[in-house]
């Protein structure tokens, strides 16, 4: 590990130059406990563009070999959802801590490698849960452990977002996943954040127009219904086939609703609306101010802010050995909270409990 004054203290390597590459920029730029120093691709053309962008970092595609390298302290996964199991499995058995982007797994036998891996090595996992780390989020989040919603009673959230471009630019997405562990993950997790675990969920889902278009497997519109193990409520939803609107509603909102007041915060905008103790409205907007560091330019290049971010918060984790959250085992929860989704809206709707599906990984 480098431990110079004058330089973040861990190494990033990353694999997946797509989301990957903004990665490598966010930790070359914004990030005071890590740097990038690896970047890794089996696509010529994307080590190509990432080397333009940041010229002092090494590139291979070579995934072993950029595992051999004692400058990586964490690896940052950003590769297709059937290729995470494995790869954080080569990383911790290689000594590295990771970073893998939302849904850590698809499957529940790559869970329980997952986890069994991380329990033999000792290395640690952060979710990539971005929407956690923007900044109109983060306020609402530090309003509510104030208090300023006093007892928390219904909390809903949603993505919406058309995805033709997607389906382009990562056909895997067809087949080999599911939009409950894409798309839908974003307000999944939302939802788990604040209810704490899951008791059972109740999901419905169809297919839209520009899924059946580009032939996907699953589901592309999904709502969801939750009870939580306090017996609080939440509920989400996610369409990923619509024409979006956003002046009404942006990609992602959180809305928050509690005894003693509520609260909305927005993604793509930076807005975070909530109820004073007098009952006035207050809207902060912070795009202006922020909008350099979140988004790198002004046309809104995503998530520079959200990644530098969360490496920062998990490499002070790692160095001053302090939990962060989502790690592992809440990462591993939700994305059974996501698999029960899954299995509900397949099933017609039936009610599906989380306590049978979490034995068969802890």
């Given at each position: ?125 952060l979710v990539g ?170 046309v809104h290049g ?14 002070r984790g790692i ?44």
């Amino acid at each position: 590990m480098s431990n110079t004054a004058s330089q973040p203290l861990l190494g990033l390597g990353v694999v997946g130059l797509h989301e990957g590459t903004t990665m490598l920029v966010a930790a070359s730029t914004r990030t005071t406990h890590i740097r990038a120093v690896a970047g890794c691709d089996t696509n010529p053309d994307k080590i190509a563009s990432a080397r333009t962008r940041c010229p002092q970092v090494w590139f291979t595609d070579d995934y072993a070999a950029m595992l051999d390298r004692d400058d990586v302290d964490v690896v940052s996964i950003f590769t297709p959802d059937e290729l995470h199991g494995r790869q954080i499995v080569q990383a911790f058995e290689a000594g590295k801590h990771v970073i893998c982007t939302k849904p850590i797994v698809n499957t529940i036998e790559d869970a329980q490698r997952v986890l069994q891996a991380s329990k033999t090595t000792g290395r640690r996992l952060l979710v990539g849960q971005s929407t956690r780390f923007f900044e109109s989020f983060a306020c609402q989040r530090a309003d509510f452990e104030q208090g300023a919603v006093g007892e928390l009673e219904l909390v809903d959230a949603h993505y919406t977002h058309r995805m033709d471009w997607f389906y382009d630019k990562s056909p895997w997405a067809v087949n080999t996943t599911d939009w409950v562990f894409l798309g839908l993950s974003h307000p999944v997790d939302l939802i788990r954040w604040y209810l704490g675990p899951i008791a059972s969920v109740h999901a419905l889902g169809t297919r839209t127009a520009l899924a059946r278009r580009y032939g996907v497997a699953g589901f592309d519109l999904y709502t969801v219904n939750f009870t939580a193990a306090d017996g609080r409520i939440g509920r989400c939803m996610g369409n990923y086939g619509l024409h979006e609107l956003p002046r009404a509603r942006n990609a992602i909102e959180l809305m928050l609703y509690g005894s003693a007041g509520s609260s909305l915060a927005q993604y793509h905008d930076m807005r975070y609306l909530c109820t004073k103790p007098d009952g006035t409205e207050c809207l902060q907007d912070m795009l202006y101010a922020k909008r350099e560091y979140y988004f790198n330019n002004e046309v809104h290049g995503m998530h520079y802010g959200e990644f530098a971010n969360y490496a920062d918060s998990f490499a002070r984790g790692i160095l001053a050995d302090h939990p962060c959250s989502p790690e592992l085992e809440e990462g591993i929860e939700t994305f059974i909270v996501m698999e029960a989704i899954r299995q509900s809206a397949a099933d017609g709707g039936r009610v599906i409990e989380i306590a049978p599906l979490l034995k068969q990984i802890f």
